[in-house]
């Protein structure tokens, strides 16, 4: 079944979506604290333009976010895909996933090699994500092994190995 089939559709963020992307990202998660890391990460040169996705109605709201930022492994360049948010009301209905493909498709196209994701370990290898730790990525930080996973977009040249450092919007 396609998006439009089920009433909705995906693609990139505009300025005009700023709003609406807090709003989601507020309400999926418990604190306002996920917004406000999105809205910091516009600021930072993290910010890669076309690697933020929104879902929208057939009416025009937008239900769902998935952004992609820069980061570095052991000074390499990679990607963080952080955070993704979907309205509760809207949850489990292929909204998520549908953003996440979107921005990945897009990172692909811009020839981006490696995308990391500290999420649920039963959700994220559906995308084709595999724990980190099994190309040598880590984080400067005690998390599950199994949480942290990464997604190689481009195996032409070995992907790179080591500790991730986050944009400074992600205090760590």
């Given amino acids: 079944m396609t998006e ?3 009433g909705w559709t995906v693609r990139p963020e505009t300025e005009a979506d700023r709003a609406a992307v807090h709003r989601v990202v ?3 998660f418990p604190t306002p604290a996920e917004a406000d ?3 910091a990460l516009r600021t930072d040169p993290a910010w890669l333009p076309g690697l933020s996705w929104v879902a929208e109605t057939s009416g025009g709201e937008v239900i769902g976010h998935a952004l992609i930022t820069r980061c570095t492994i052991d000074g390499a360049d990679a990607l963080a895909l952080a955070p993704v948010s979907v309205l509760p009301e809207h949850q489990r ?4 996933g ?3 493909e979107a921005a990945l498709q897009a ?7 490696l995308v ?3 999420g649920h370990p039963e959700y994220y290898p559906r995308f084709g994500f595999v724990r980190a730790s099994t190309l040598g990525v880590k984080v400067p930080f005690e ?3 199994e949480a942290l996973m990464v997604l190689v977009l481009d195996d032409s040249e070995p992907p790179p190995s080591g500790t991730i450092r986050y944009a400074a919007p992600f205090g760590v």
Avoid: K
């Avoid at 209905?93 to 998520?96: C, F, I, K, L, Y």
């Fill in 93 to 96: 209905t292929g909204v998520g």
């Fill in 143 to 145: 998390v599950p092994d």
């Fill in 4 to 6: 439009q089939a089920r």
């Fill in 37 to 39: 890391l999105v809205d």
């Fill in 26 to 28: 507020a309400a999926a």
């Fill in 98 to 100: 549908a953003v996440i």
């Fill in 116 to 118: 990391t994701v500290l």
């Fill in 107 to 113: 990172a692909r196209e811009r020839g981006e090699a």
